[in-house]
């Protein structure tokens, strides 16, 4: 198993800019899954994208993975202080283990 | 909300003491998952159980054990509790292995040891 390295390790950004998050790891994968967690709603699901796809959408998120450069991205479009939280993206093999890392910590000021 | 619930929501307790936290998860769900997160860090992968048998294990010691039952329920019992275990402790459950599907957390069960 392996866990991803988020970049950056904090941002701030203002309510209605984008935020850009990314993430690379090390070895091949089945799919890569995308997790938030923020103190009012704990660690929540946010997107799950399989090693064949290249782009997925969910409301204002939005995730791509290339697979040749071992690295996903997570854009967080139009922010709102409720997106305050920690951003993990998670690798996942053939095993399943999920292992996270020390996440990205997006702070969104009104 | 996920549907899946922890208890107890708080626990302290003391060096050596055992502790049992349980899971329920959620309805369709036969993988149970947890893991343990300490203040500023990613949660830690402690085990997984697909359909009632441990099958996967992260770098914890034996005196963490778990327990899955028929109706996928799940216990995490850690033994001869050293400081360090205080954290918190999150469950989550799947409709199958955790890689292939996306995990559902509980809100977590805050533990200290003193």
């Known amino acids: 198993s392996q866990q991803g390295e988020e970049d950056p390790q904090a941002l701030s950004i203002q309510e209605g800019e984008n935020a850009t998050m990314n993430c690379s790891y090390k070895?091949?994968?089945?799919?890569l899954q995308w997790y938030r967690q923020n103190s009012g709603r704990g660690l929540v699901h946010l997107i799950l994208i399989r090693s064949n796809e290249r782009e997925k959408h969910s409301g204002r998120l939005r995730v791509t993975l290339d697979t040749s450069k071992k690295s996903s991205s997570l854009l967080i479009t139009a922010s709102r202080a409720a997106d305050t939280a920690s951003y993990f993206c998670v690798p996942s093999d053939s095993w399943g283990k999920l292992q996270f890392g020390a996440g990205t910590q997006v702070v969104v000021t009104p | 909300e996920t549907g899946v619930t922890q208890s107890p929501t708080h626990l302290i307790k003391t060096r050596g003491q055992q502790v049992t936290l349980r899971c329920s998860s959620q309805?369709?769900?036969?993988?149970v998952s947890w893991y343990q997160q300490a203040l500023g860090q990613g949660p830690q992968f402690i085990f997984q159980?697909?359909?009632?048998?441990?099958?996967g294990r992260g770098n914890f010691p034996p005196r963490f054990s778990g327990l899955q039952f028929p109706n996928y329920s799940s216990e995490l019992n850690v033994n001869a509790l050293e400081l360090d275990d205080s954290a918190l402790y999150l469950c989550?459950?799947?409709?199958?292995?955790?890689?292939?599907?996306?995990?559902?957390f509980g809100p977590g069960t805050r533990l200290t040891v003193t």
């Open positions: 989550a459950s799947s409709q199958g292995w955790t890689g292939q599907y996306e995990q559902y």
């Open positions: 159980y697909y359909r009632e048998e441990e099958n």
């Open positions: 070895t091949s994968i089945n799919n």
């Open positions: 309805s369709g769900h036969n993988t």
